[in-house]
């Protein structure tokens, strides 16, 4: 077993995954190793990830990234959540807004009390208690403290170009010291011992030899699937759709929000950009052709299409292992949940960090591969919970898709959650689990998952009390939206590409 630091790693597949992964590597391993990612100019790539989360500005940051030069060259926008419509009936519309909501009393969260004043009368919609839903719903945004004493500050993502934050990245990355070779792997070369991965033969004859190998290379799953035949667990039972169309269409209502609107068999993503919005219908083939599914998104679009709507085939799920061998996965390579709470690109996030933390030295030591299909196998099973709430917790029953999903059985970790909530109003958060209580909250009651009765601690406050307090925060919100600038004017003055909004 050889041992040492390693001297040379080599990224295949360029794309997001790719080259956030070269630009990370390339900016914490400062030169002690030598970096090389291959990509073919000749294969696309999927370039749909769009919408983000909060923890994408952490990734940025770290890599020195300043924040309006990045919203410049990727055409951006910011995000404040994501509105979902028509997911608990034709209809309804919530916000599953970032940061907080309300304001916590002692020990209990604030939706205990907002409970208890829905209950007696005297409680808004839980989203009027939400700094940044109130901001998206008026397509206003401003950085920095808030004038209103009291109110948090703004917590946003982005919406941008995921084809122009690979271009960006690239030259982060080419700068220091990251060397890209164009071409198509024809040749993957194992050590006849070990059964690691060797070197890669290009098309043009070329030989590209490392000692760890990272598996950019999307759905395919070159060197994971492929090559290893790393298998891959299918959570279709719970995650019917398995297709979707993408187009872009001329820019149109700029709003500071993703949105996803159930359809009759899926659901269609809206993401504004500057230069334009970014359209997708995410379906199931069981339940509708695709000939349908590309005239449904087609039919909803706000502007002209500026394209004919691109396929895409998936199957949700993940790899059995996402490091085995040598052989690291990140992206689409190790797995895949559709984005309907703008989670892909945080999987590439989370899936360089993790690296980064068990980075092995030229040993490969077993244990750091075994810790890191862990971590890997707990976040995004956490993630799928989550998404299935979506499609369980509906009252549809207007076509098969879903009746199906209202009806199916889901994991019991997830029902037991949905259980505690509904019985309890007390949401339950393992550890370090990527959505936080108060995300769970707003999904559980935009989905209708209201409890009975709050907390009993909150029927401690006298009901007029509680009645002000409400009126209060609603208030401080209110003034303090309309004092934020438009969210287009905003980017015109710090942000703007080389185009107007």
């Not at 590597?25 to 370039?47: K, M, N, Q």
């Not at 990727?74 to 909501?101: C, N, P």
């Not at 060197?223 to 149109?252: M, N």
Request: proline share 4%.
């Amino acid at each position: 077993m050889p041992q040492g630091p390693l001297q040379e790693i080599v990224i295949v597949g360029g794309g997001t995954a790719g080259w956030m992964t070269a630009a990370a590597l390339s900016r914490f391993l400062e030169g002690a190793c030598r970096i090389r990612l291959i990509e073919s100019d000749a294969i696309g790539t999927v370039g749909v990830g769009e919408a983000t989360i909060p923890q994408i500005r952490l990734f940025n940051a770290g890599l020195g990234i300043d924040e309006d030069e990045f919203i410049r060259e990727t055409q951006g926008s910011y995000k404040l959540g994501i509105e979902f419509v028509d997911w608990h009936h034709v209809g309804s519309r919530y916000m599953h807004a970032f940061g907080s909501v309300g304001r916590d009393i002692g020990l209990l969260p604030f939706h205990h009390y907002w409970l208890a004043g829905r209950n007696a009368g005297t409680a808004a919609d839980f989203g009027a208690y939400s700094f940044n839903a109130a901001a998206a719903r008026a397509n206003r945004y401003n950085r920095g403290a808030p004038s209103v004493a009291g109110l948090p500050e703004l917590v946003h993502a982005y919406h941008f170009d995921a084809g122009l934050y690979a271009r960006y990245l690239r030259r982060y990355a080419e700068a220091r010291g990251v060397v890209r070779h164009e071409g198509r792997i024809t040749r993957v070369e194992r050590d006849g011992e070990s059964g690691d991965v060797r070197q890669l033969t290009l098309e043009d004859g070329s030989v590209i030899a490392g000692q760890l190998f990272i598996d950019c290379t999307g759905f395919r799953g070159l060197l994971i699937g492929e090559t290893l035949g790393t298998g891959y667990e299918d959570w279709s039972q719970w995650l019917a759709c398995d297709r979707a169309y993408a187009v872009p269409c001329a820019s149109a209502d700029f709003t500071p929000y993703t949105r996803a609107t159930a359809r009759a068999a899926g659901w269609q993503w809206r993401i504004p950009l500057q230069h334009r919005t970014g359209n997708g219908h995410v379906y199931s083939s069981a339940h509708i052709s695709d000939d349908e599914a590309a005239a449904t998104l087609l039919a909803h679009l706000d502007g002209e299409a500026l394209g004919e709507p691109r396929p895409l085939r998936f199957t949700a799920g993940r790899r059995e292992r996402m490091w085995a061998h040598n052989v690291v996965a990140i992206g689409l390579a190790s797995g895949f949940l559709e984005p309907l709470e703008s989670t892909s690109i945080h999987l590439i996030q989370s899936g360089i960090a993790r690296l980064l933390t068990l980075l092995p030295d030229a040993g490969m030591a077993p244990a750091l591969r075994d810790e890191f299909n862990r971590q890997s196998a707990w976040e995004i099973a956490r993630i799928r919970d989550f998404i299935i709430l979506h499609y369980k917790a509906t009252a549809r029953d207007d076509t098969p898709f879903w009746r199906r999903a209202r009806d199916m059985a889901i994991p019991d970790d997830l029902a037991d959650r949905i259980r505690l909530f509904a019985e309890t109003g007390r949401v339950r958060r393992d550890h370090d689990e990527l959505f936080t209580e108060i995300g769970w909250t707003q999904v559980f009651l935009g989905q209708g998952i209201v409890p009975a009765a709050p907390h009993p601690l909150a029927g401690l406050v006298a009901p007029a009390d509680l009645a002000g307090f409400l009126a209060q925060l609603q208030g401080a919100i209110t003034r303090e939206v309309a004092s934020l600038p438009d969210h287009a004017a905003f980017i015109r003055r710090h942000n703007a590409a080389n185009r107007q909004v």
